[in-house]
């Protein structure tokens, strides 16, 4: 027995029979299984042909009721048909839970993320939770539709920036290789040459001259073809670099229009994205930084008040001369004379004691206690 | 109101502002942790004594040390009476009016500000330490030199130290300083009174001659009308001119500020706006309420009239003031009360003997090097060392029979002889 | 009473609401017989007890003959960091706390304002020293930056930097506050670029009449002339003044006005900005230091062109806003409020952000020793007075 049949065989039967049309690939050795990601029933290419042609229609399979479409059934990638399973679900759940690492606040909310993802995939997996996971899934997709797309487009760009790169990295190789060879040529001809200029040289020169022709001739072979090495060298690295840069450029674009893309805040699903930040219209600037100059309830100052106190320092010119102004006195007496007249002690202190009184309960080291749980917040497991 | 938030700012109002309830409620605990403390000590420093005189008499005592024990040992002996919280309270007030007297031994006199902020020092103190702990006649002379710092009014310690009767060194006045610091919660700025009132009577001045400025909310007021307002007010009986009555209400409010509004809690239950403006009410109730209603308006057309913030402020305004007016009122001067004295005389006398002997040379310890003072603080913590509360209680035992001159005795026997 | 539209904008409305829950919550402990009984000492000792338990200690930043500055942070939040600056008692100073250790605690207890460095709390520690829980500052201080040719900053820096200086000066000053020490090294960098006002141990309450003051306050080149001339009364104008140095300063990267004694310092701003007479400066004969002018030597006051030409990079109306806090007659200078009224806030450039500032990130060291430097002299009354020395080759 060939080796190909054994193997064939120690697969089982399930592998070589069609579960639907029972035909066995014993007898159409090129008989191909296909699958379809609603229920993963394997069944032949010609089962799919017969029954899903004309459109779609329930699985053959016995007590299986799912609507296929031909389009969908595909060759199966791995052997254990679970595996193929989990790859499609995983598949779709990254698509749509496409978020990125740089979108996140923290390391710990984008581990965070992931962990949830995983979770979210297990569910499908196993089963588990169905039903309340594809509805969170299918909502958050719904959701966020613009950032999963600009983060697909930018997951695009990345991979074919990466082709780029990859073919542009074979490129200069190729090149160097064929500079290489060029080069090797050029050489080699060089030293033909020489050799001929030297030898003709010496016929005609004088037997003396000999050595030293022969050394001038080596010299000048080699300053050729250093120079000519580096200035080549020159050139490809600037080449190089102009594409390298392009490629950069090119990404960095992408990358900031995808990041305008990317709107939602904190979404229902995800925790800890990073807010981002609209730019707020740009506020007058205020020199006061908020508070009002010279706003008073209660009076309207004057330039002057009557005061026979006063009076002497109104003619005192060392003391104007100095700089003493009566009108920051009249400011501080009339504000002094106000502030406060409408803070009632007795409802404004008890009112702050009573806001408090959570605290006198609790002996000081548990609120202490207390207060550090509480700042401990995401950090926390340190 | 703004100007209020000003207020609100300043750590009068965030520290030490007070119900009457809260303020009562914190002078008990002050009190009843000072009492056990003074009771635990001189139990202590008894035991010490009775087992000293005991070995001394070749009997050997049956306990040795200041043990529990010991004390239910001594329990035949009465327990010391301490002072209530009112007690404490009648003693600070005796001395905060000691700091108006010693004020005026200075030449020239300590500003009024200088010796008030002294006053609501030596109180504010006294809100979380107990005269039966740091005896009031050192506490207060340390107050009134730390005000002097505080208030811009800057005597050396020397040139201070030389006006105290009696044989008060500079070190006996300093020795307490930063123990006053820290109790004040190193919060040294006191807003008075007395700046507001100026500015008040300046604007009623203003008003008198007719430039006096319409209030902001009140945009339509003339200094015609306000003159006119002021003028026809109900003739006060002993004023004859408008600027006289304005100068007499001036003279009474500053002499209720400088006097009541510091021996009473004032400070500590209402604002200084309110108690310069119920000082006012005193002085002359209808100028007081004239000048308000230039603030806030009248009193409202329809009282049943309601949501008009300025006479609901105006209404609620006129009942603290009120309350802050009785409380000014109802003090009276000890010195011309001699039921008061009396009182005083017997809460001395009571003091003396429930004086806590471990505090007694008060916070002896305070204005050492700060080297040295570390290893005392650390060595002092729990308790002074045995023998030196022994000492000190047999000092305060020697000192009980020939009655020390205790400061402020003779500043009393002064007055009683005028 | 919410009549007051105040109260929500001032931007120190938070700190305020957090330092009084602090403080109710030390004033309930206290009310709380159950925590008192417990330990058994006096109130306030356990009120200042509290206190100290709420911040632990870290390193050292920096040490000087005056204070020692640490690193703290609070017992249950490491991450909010504190400057404790421990102030060492003198030993020698016979009267007790020295003045400036008195009046930095006084004045900042009572100031709340994004532009003024927040005191978060004072305790005293077992060894009897005061110890003032600051605000941390980390980034230095203006004149780090001035100094530091690696940093290059421009007409918008300044702007913005004058203008948190010029608030933090209104605000002390609508408080009744003079400062008293303004300059560079006293402005110090918030992490996120604010400028702080700091060092209050010369600062006072003012306004009060017939009330001397000293005037042996304000490093000697931020001193206005009326100081100079040993002026007794005076008002906020000084600190005006000082402002207007720090602004010419930061514009040229140098002192503007640098004597070398207070003499000279006199001479020197005659020459700057001209020489006072009773005609521009009714009464200046009549200060108690008044020094009479060469009359050989006098120069005519400044006039804006002078300003344009010295300070090109402020522009035409920054050099008008600098005039008006340089006039020699106090009474003449810009008041603060005057000051951040004026129309240059409003031409273009725009101030920078805060964020967007130049800075240093290497400030740690120096907030450490910005704040042991010795505060001004004692106080008011004593003869002896020794004005600060300022040495910037000495070296920090």
């Known amino acids: 027995m060939p080796p190909s049949r054994e193997s064939i065989q120690n697969r089982g039967d399930e592998d070589e029979v069609c579960p639907v049309c029972k035909s066995s690939r014993y007898l159409n050795p090129d008989m191909q299984f296909l699958i379809n990601p609603e229920c993963y029933h394997k069944m032949c290419e010609s089962c799919v042909d017969r029954i899903f042609s004309s459109g779609p229609a329930n699985c053959p399979v016995a007590g299986c009721h799912k609507t296929l479409r031909k389009n969908r059934f595909r060759k199966q990638t791995f052997e254990d048909i679970n595996v193929e399973r989990e790859v499609d679900i995983r598949r779709r759940v990254m698509q749509i839970l496409n978020r990125r690492e740089d979108e996140f606040d923290s390391k710990r909310a984008w581990d965070d993320f992931l962990e949830q993802r995983e979770e979210i995939i297990a569910n499908l997996v196993h089963g588990t939770d169905v039903a309340k996971t594809e509805a969170d899934l299918q909502k958050y997709a719904q959701e966020n539709t613009r950032s999963i797309r600009a983060n697909q487009a930018l997951d695009a760009q990345e991979a074919s920036s990466f082709q780029e790169r990859q073919t542009q990295e074979q490129e200069l190789a190729r090149l160097r290789r064929q500079a290489a060879r060029q080069e090797y040529e050029n050489e080699r001809r060089e030293l033909l040459a020489g050799r001929e200029d030297v030898l003709s040289r010496l016929a005609a020169g004088r037997p003396a001259d000999a050595a030293a022709i022969a050394r001038d001739g080596q010299k000048v072979l080699l300053k050729k073809s250093s120079a000519r090495r580096s200035e080549e060298d020159r050139i490809r690295q600037k080449q190089a670099a102009l594409r390298g840069s392009d490629a950069r450029r090119a990404g960095q674009f992408g990358l900031t229009t995808a990041d305008k893309a990317g709107d939602a805040g904190d979404t229902g699903l995800i925790k800890g994205l990073r807010k981002i930040k609209t730019p707020e219209p740009e506020k007058p600037y205020d020199p006061f930084g908020g508070m009002v100059p010279d706003k008073r309830d209660y009076y309207t100052l004057r330039d002057f008040y009557p005061s026979s106190y006063l009076d002497p320092i109104r003619q005192d010119t060392r003391m104007q001369a100095g700089g003493y102004d009566l009108r920051e006195y009249y400011s501080r007496t009339l504000l002094e004379a106000f502030a406060g007249l409408g803070c009632f002690i007795d409802e404004e202190v008890s009112q702050r004691d009573a806001a408090n009184s959570m605290g006198i309960t609790m002996p000081v080291a548990t609120e202490g206690a207390a207060l550090a749980a509480g700042s401990s917040g995401p950090a926390g497991n340190v | ?418 | 009473m919410a009549v007051s539209p105040l109260s929500s904008l001032s931007p120190s409305a938070s700190d305020t609401a957090v330092k009084l829950t602090c403080a109710v919550n030390l004033q309930d402990n206290a009310h709380s017989p159950l925590i008192t009984h417990s330990t058994g000492r006096e109130l306030a000792e356990q009120l200042n007890d509290d206190v100290r338990h709420k911040y632990i200690k870290d390193k050292k930043l920096g040490e000087g003959t005056y204070a020692v500055v640490y690193l703290g942070h609070l017992r249950v939040d490491p991450s909010s960091l504190v400057a404790i600056k421990k102030i060492k008692v003198n030993a020698e100073y016979k009267d007790g706390l020295s003045m400036d250790a008195i009046r930095e605690v006084k004045y900042l207890q009572e100031l709340s304002h994004p532009n003024i460095i927040a005191l978060h709390d004072v305790f005293s520690s077992k060894d009897q020293n005061l110890n003032l829980v600051l605000e941390y500052l980390p980034h230095g201080d203006l004149e780090m930056l001035i100094k530091d040719g690696n940093v290059h900053y421009g007409a918008a820096d300044v702007k913005a930097w004058i203008g948190m200086l010029a608030r933090g000066v209104w605000f002390c000053h609508e408080n009744f506050i003079l400062h008293r020490d303004i300059k560079p090294n006293n402005l110090l960098i918030a992490f996120d670029g604010e400028v702080k006002l700091a060092d209050f141990g010369l600062a006072r309450s003012f306004a009060d009449p017939y009330l001397n003051m000293t005037h042996q306050v304000i490093t000697r080149w931020y001193r206005p002339p009326e100081l100079l001339y040993g002026a007794r009364q005076y008002s906020g104008a000084v600190d005006i003044w000082s402002i207007g140095m720090v602004f010419a300063e930061l514009l040229l990267r140098v002192p503007f006005v640098a004597g070398n004694s207070d003499l000279d310092q006199i001479s020197k701003v005659c020459e700057a900005f001209g020489t006072p007479t009773e005609d521009n400066w009714p009464g200046v004969t009549r200060l108690p230091n008044y020094i009479p002018a060469d009359k050989n030597h006098t120069v005519p006051i400044q006039g804006r062109e002078f300003f344009l030409r010295q300070f090109p990079t402020a522009g035409p109306v920054g050099a008008d806003l600098l005039m008006s806090m340089c006039m020699l007659d106090p009474r003449k200078r810009s008041t603060a409020r005057q000051v951040l009224q004026h129309k240059w806030w409003f031409t273009e450039p725009k101030p920078t952000e805060k964020e967007n500032l130049p800075r240093k990130s290497d400030g740690t060291q120096k907030m450490g020793n910005g704040l042991t430097r010795k505060g001004g002299e004692i106080d008011d009354y004593t003869f002896k007075y020794t004005a600060r020395q300022l040495d910037f080759n000495a070296g920090e």
């Open chain 2, 1 to 418: 109101m703004i100007e209020d938030d000003f207020y609100r700012s300043s750590s009068q109002f965030r520290f030490w502002s007070y119900t009457e309830t809260s303020l009562r409620s914190l002078r008990a605990t002050t009190n009843a942790i000072a009492s056990e403390r003074v009771q635990s000590a001189l139990r202590k420093s008894r035991g010490a004594q009775r087992s000293a005189t005991s070995s001394a008499a070749g009997t050997p005592a049956p306990n040795h040390t200041g043990s529990d024990a010991d004390s239910k040992a001594g329990g035949e002996e009465t327990e010391i009476e301490c002072l209530t919280p009112e007690e404490e309270h009648q003693l600070v007030r005796y001395f905060c009016e000691q700091i108006i007297e010693l004020g005026e031994m200075y030449k020239p006199p300590l500003p009024t500000i200088v010796r008030a902020t002294a006053i609501q020092y030596l109180r504010r103190f006294y809100l979380t330490n107990s005269p039966m702990t740091y005896h009031p006649k050192s506490i207060m002379l340390c107050a009134l030199f730390l005000a002097t710092k505080t208030d811009n009014y800057y005597l050396s310690l020397r040139q201070f130290t030389e006006v105290i009767p009696g044989d008060t060194t500079s070190e006996d006045i300093i020795r307490p300083e930063y123990l006053v610091m820290q109790s004040l919660r190193f919060t040294f700025d006191i807003r008075h009174p007395f700046r507001g009132l100026e500015g008040a009577i300046m604007e009623l001045q203003a008003i008198a001659q007719g430039i006096g400025q319409p209030a902001p909310h009140f945009p339509t007021q003339t200094p015609e009308d306000l003159k006119r307002k002021l003028h026809a007010l109900h003739p006060s009986p002993t004023a004859s001119s408008t600027t006289d009555r304005l100068a007499r209400a001036h003279h009474n409010t500053r002499e209720i500020l400088k006097s009541a509004a510091q021996m009473t809690d004032a400070y500590f239950l209402y604002t200084p706006s309110q108690i310069w403006l119920s000082a006012f009410m005193l002085a002359d109730r209808p100028l007081a309420e004239f000048y308000l209603d230039t603030k806030l308006g009248g009193p409202p057309a329809d009282p049943q009239q309601q949501g008009n913030p300025l006479s609901e402020l105006r209404t609620k305004l006129l009942r603290t003031l009120t309350g802050c007016s009785n409380l000014l009122q109802a003090y009276t001067p000890l010195a011309s009360d001699p039921d008061q004295k009396k009182n005083l005389r017997r809460i001395r006398k009571k003091l003396f003997h429930c004086q806590n002997p471990e505090k007694a040379d008060l916070a002896g310890q305070k204005r050492i090097p700060a080297a040295a003072a570390a290893a005392v603080a650390a060595a002092a913590d729990p308790a002074t060392s045995e023998s030196e509360m022994e000492r000190l209680a047999k000092k305060r035992k020697l000192e009980g029979k020939q009655p020390r001159d205790i400061f402020g005795g003779e500043l009393v026997t002064q007055r009683t002889k005028e």
